[in-house]
């Protein structure tokens, strides 16, 4: 699945966007923040206040017990700050 | 014994949605909107500009990032919304991403009624919601540095209030 990270959270992963596989095992948004977070110190910092990222799942927004299964894209973002 | 057929003429409402870099003539909008139309009674304009301080700290810039698709989308999302549950004649948003200086516009709502009442209310609906859900993030450049602004408690509790129970 390709994943994006917007504002702070892009800067802190180092990239904008990418294509993962995450194992079966990771079922939830909640699960694929915390697999991300084992992969290296620059996502352990970026997902470092789970609770504070913001994710979308094909454009829509979704709460952190959402399931990914069939996602095509998933988006982390801060809190939004347009308007 | 038949249904009656109502009659009455059913006003269209427009929904213009764009985000772009260029600036925007609030009156050229204003006009697209309305055109030649007679049936709208109220058009209610909301612009936000880039301020130059917060707390009293001088803002130098502003730069607007978006999430190029999901952006569009939950303004429409939005939009429909304000169209459900208003009686609207027309919906024009337009949101700017790029570099901005104080006193630059950012962010342009236009909502026409019949009555101004709707429209008042669809506007302030509709800027609430584009804080607290549209998919925009403000960096600040002022004379310490750069930084992301954070979101306000303020702003979620603004759109809370448009909830229905």
Known sequence: MKVKYFAWVRERVGKAEE?????????????????????????????EKPKVIRTAID???????????????????PPMTGG | ?????????VSPCPVTIRIQQDDFDIAREIAILTGSRTDIGAVV??????????????????????????????IKRHADEATSRWPLNGVTIIHRVGRFMPGQNIVLVLTASQHRQAAFQAAEFLMDYLKTSAPFWKKEENATGTGWVEAHARDDEAAARWTRS
């Open chain 2, 45 to 74: 304009s909301f612009s936000g500009i880039c301020r130059g301080d917060e707390d009293s700290a001088k803002i130098a810039a502003l730069t607007l990032e978006h999430y190029p698709g999901m952006a569009e989308e939950e």
């Open chain 2, 1 to 9: 014994m038949t249904a009656p057929v109502s009659t009455a003429p």
């Open chain 1, 19 to 47: 294509t993962i596989e995450p194992p079966a095992t990771v079922r939830t948004v909640e699960e694929l923040i915390a697999w991300l977070s084992g992969q290296s110190e620059a996502y352990a910092y970026a997902f």
């Open chain 1, 59 to 77: 454009h829509a927004h979704v709460k952190s017990d959402a399931a990914i299964a069939g996602a095509r894209e998933i988006a982390f973002f």
